[in-house]
């Protein structure tokens, strides 16, 4: 049985820094391309960043040099520094691979970014 558990979230100012934390089990964590995605209310999730089994990144446009994403293969990780935090990141911050499989959703960690 596969599970993800985020965890990290908070409140935190505008301008902050938040580090989120992902530790899967029931996959072959090594081998697959793991994914940070973010749903705020009222809109679709949306992917964040991803990782490749081999390192290589990618992040979408609107998290560009404030946000990096990187793994832990020993510890099946996946972690997300959040930095220069907007009030548009508030939002639920999930793992997944990528691309993602349905019912693999954990729970989720909040973050919220607000003065």
């Known amino acids: 049985q596969v599970q993800l558990v985020e965890t990290g979230g908070g409140l935190v100012q505008p301008g902050g820094s938040l580090r989120l934390s992902c530790v899967a089990s029931g996959i072959s964590f090594s081998m697959n391309a793991m994914g940070w995605y973010r749903q705020a209310p009222r809109m679709p999730r949306e992917l964040v960043a991803i990782?490749?089994?081999?390192?290589?990144?990618n992040y979408a446009d609107s998290v560009k040099g404030r946000f990096t994403i990187s793994r832990d293969n020993a510890k099946n990780t996946v972690l997300l520094q959040m930095n220069s935090l907007k009030p548009e990141d508030t939002a639920v911050y999930y793992c997944n691979t990528a691309p993602s499989v349905p019912d693999r959703w954990g729970q989720g960690t909040q973050v919220t970014v607000s003065s």
């Open positions: 990782i490749g089994s081999g390192g290589s990144t």
